[in-house]
Every structure is written in C-alpha cells, then in structure tokens.
C-alpha cells in the first residue's frame, strides 16, 4: 500500500515563502510523476505543479515564475517550494502519486495566505 504524506503547510503573509514536502512510502514503481494540486474553497482542485522521474517540469500559468518543484528519488518525496505567495494562493494543497497503474493522493496540507 501506498502513502503519501505532506508537511509543510500554514499561514505566511501575502510576499511570504512556504516549502512544502510529500513522502511517498509504500511499494513504488520507479517510472512516475509526482505532482502537486490544490482545491481553493468553493473551486475545483487545480494543477499546481508535476515533475516526472526524469526531472521534467510543468507548471500552472498563475505560478510559473513563483514556484519551483523539485524532487529527491532516493527518498521517494517531492517538494513544493513556493515564493511570493499571494492571497489567491490560499488552497488545500495536494500531492498525488501517479504510476502506469495507479493515482495515489495525499490529505492534503492548508496554505493561507493572509496579512
């Protein structure tokens, strides 16, 4: 079985910088992408950020420039640094696990970004 667990989450001012972190514990497949998502009150859950095993990136338009994700695969864990936050970055963020069979997710960590 599969686990992912985030940290890293809480409450910055607008400007702020948070770092977020998912491990992934369990039986992995070493071919996957690891991502980031997040869910803001009342919207639809969003792509944040993904990074794949081989190091490629993609990010959301309204991040691009303010965050960077990276990973460590010897550790199985994915890492969401986030700079210049801002109010509407405030979400539950996710961190899902994606191999050729399956999709795992997270409990998600709450970021607000609040003066």
């Known amino acids: 079985q599969v686990q992912l667990v985030e940290s890293g989450g809480g409450l910055v001012q607008p400007g702020g910088s948070l770092r977020l972190s998912c491990a992934a514990s369990?039986?992995?497949?070493?071919?996957?992408?690891m991502g980031w998502y997040r869910q803001a009150p009342g919207k639809q859950r969003e792509l944040v950020a993904v990074?794949?095993?081989?190091?490629?990136?993609n990010y959301a338009d309204p991040v691009k420039g303010r965050f960077t994700i990276s990973r460590d695969n010897a550790k199985n864990t994915v890492y969401l640094q986030m700079n210049s936050l801002k109010p509407e970055d405030t979400a539950v963020y996710y961190c899902?696990?994606?191999?050729?069979?399956?999709?795992?997710w997270g409990q998600g960590t709450q970021v607000t970004v609040s003066s």
């Open positions: 990074i794949t095993s081989g190091g490629s990136t």
């Open positions: 899902k696990l994606t191999t050729i069979s399956h999709v795992y």
């Open positions: 369990g039986s992995i497949s070493s071919i996957n992408v």
